[in-house]
């Protein structure tokens, strides 16, 4: 049977998220603001839990209806076949969002939810479902624009860039999807050696091996639909066996690419270490301790991904900030002829330390910070450039060769969402941890406010 879904994504990612939907078999795709709608069965929709790397929520549609009123609402939601999923003795969690509707707060639109399902089971058998807030068994949510209410349960539980592998979070880590999507979107061959000089946690080296190691992102960790009432144990043990087995394959491939990951702090980098052993790739990264300037490179040409500090995200000391854009542009220009490079960034400034000039541009959110992602070809090729920036003054935040373009204009409304019912109060955030940032939504029914992408539903 089919049915319709909607998957959320980190802003930026949606290219790329509509691929990995197309991969594994999904139709009827529309790529919307923060995410994609597709049709197909509810194993799909597992599937996508399993496999999606860029995703952050796998959301099946229950139910959608035209409403007038309160009691329109309530009838809707009561109507539904909650015990298919859910008994007495489970949790659920309910998140809301209204646009534009004849209710304006989206708290009691949740609360008027949460009663309906509640009541249906009280009447039924007596007694009625808990609440937990951290990680129920039924994720509901309700979105009510104008006068459609649209409502979703979420297959996953809690937020897919939590892959299972990583326990302590250190400052400004990148989004474990977010992370994974930047990858992609280098289009990356994953046989040509991977470099990151400056690697944190390690979040960027670790999701380019699992790439490369074709391991399964959510294959470490449970989902939510895996204890509902419908849910069909024979066919998760069957996935989770394919996903194994197909790891297995590709940890062991002769070809297996050079992964190097560096920083200068010693405890980030032992996050990173004990990060790529839970995830299962920790002889696949050669993680060393020194200054980006000295970070190793392979001896031919390869693909740099990197995330810089930049002041806005983590108040860097600005000597230190500079030294350290500066650092890495040495690094850069000295790499094997024809590698290319990614560099992340979230300001503009410290990109003209870099003295590269940069061949595109990709705009991406990362944390609530409007970045992008700049492509340098380096090596051999970027000396001219370097040797040409060189003679001239150091370009101002206006010059049109270095300065990040600025964000399309985009609607300025801002939803009233509300999860104090139900799960967080985002429905749902990019970051869903504080150590990750808070982002701020209004995707169907999981959007981030504007600048980050277009309308998931009009």
Not at 259 to 268: E, K, T
Not at 431 to 445: A, I, L, T, V, Y
Request: hydrophobic share 35%; net charge negative; proline share 8%.
């Amino acid at each position: 049977m089919s049915h319709h879904w909607f998957v959320a994504c980190p802003l930026g990612l949606e290219s790329i998220l509509e691929q990995e939907l197309r991969d594994l078999g999904a139709t009827e795709i529309e790529s919307r603001r923060g995410g994609a709608r597709f049709q197909g069965d509810r194993s799909l929709g597992e599937r996508c839990c399993l496999w999606l790397r860029t995703a952050i929520r796998v959301q099946l549609e229950l139910a959608v209806g035209e409403v007038q009123d309160e009691d329109d609402i309530y009838d809707l939601i009561r109507g539904i076949e909650w015990e298919r999923f859910l008994s007495v003795d489970g949790t659920l969690a309910v998140s809301a969002a209204v646009r534009d509707s004849f209710l304006t707060h989206s708290h009691f639109t949740a609360l008027l939810s949460k009663d309906a399902v509640v009541d249906r089971f009280r009447d039924r058998e007596g007694d009625r479902p808990g609440v937990d807030t951290d990680d129920p068994d039924l994720p509901l949510r309700v979105l009510l624009r104008e006068n459609t209410l649209r409502v979703y349960v979420d297959l996953a539980g809690q937020s897919l860039h939590k892959r299972g592998y990583r326990e302590i979070q250190v400052r400004s880590p990148l989004n474990e999807a977010l992370a994974c999507g930047l990858v992609m979107l280098t289009e990356w061959d994953r046989k040509t050696p991977f470099v990151d000089p400056m690697c944190g946690s390690g979040t960027l080296p670790i999701e380019a091996a699992r790439l490369a190691a074709d391991i399964a992102p959510g294959l470490q960790r449970t989902f939510a639909c895996e204890r509902w009432e419908d849910a069909v144990k024979v066919r998760w043990r069957r996935l989770r066996d394919e996903a194994e087995h197909r790891a297995e394959v590709g940890l062991a491939r002769s070809d297996f690419p050079e992964i190097l990951a560096s920083d200068r702090h010693p405890g980030a980098l032992e996050l990173a270490r004990e990060g790529a052993q839970r995830g299962r790739v920790g002889g696949k990264i050669r993680f060393a301790k020194c200054d980006v300037g000295s970070a190793p490179a392979p001896s031919r040409s390869c693909l740099i991904v990197t995330n810089p500090p930049y002041g806005e995200r983590i108040g860097t000391d600005p000597e230190d900030l500079e030294n350290s854009w500066r650092g890495l542009g040495e690094f850069l220009r000295a790499c094997p002829k024809d590698s290319m490079a990614f560099v992340l960034s979230g300001d503009p400034k410290p990109t003209q330390w870099l003295r590269l000039k940069a061949s595109a541009r990709i705009p991406v959110m990362n944390g609530g910070i409007d970045c992008r992602l700049l492509r340098y070809p380096v090596g051999g090729q970027a000396e001219a450039v370097a040797r040409r920036l060189e003679k001239r003054a150091l370009p101002s935040m206006d010059d049109p060769l270095e300065r990040l373009p600025e964000p399309e204009p985009q609607p300025q409304f801002r939803p009233e969402v509300s999860g104090p019912v139900g799960i967080e109060p985002e429905v749902p955030e990019l970051s869903p941890d504080p150590e990750h940032g808070k982002e701020r939504d209004d995707r169907e029914p999981d959007g981030q406010t504007p600048p980050t992408t277009g309308d998931a539903e009009s």
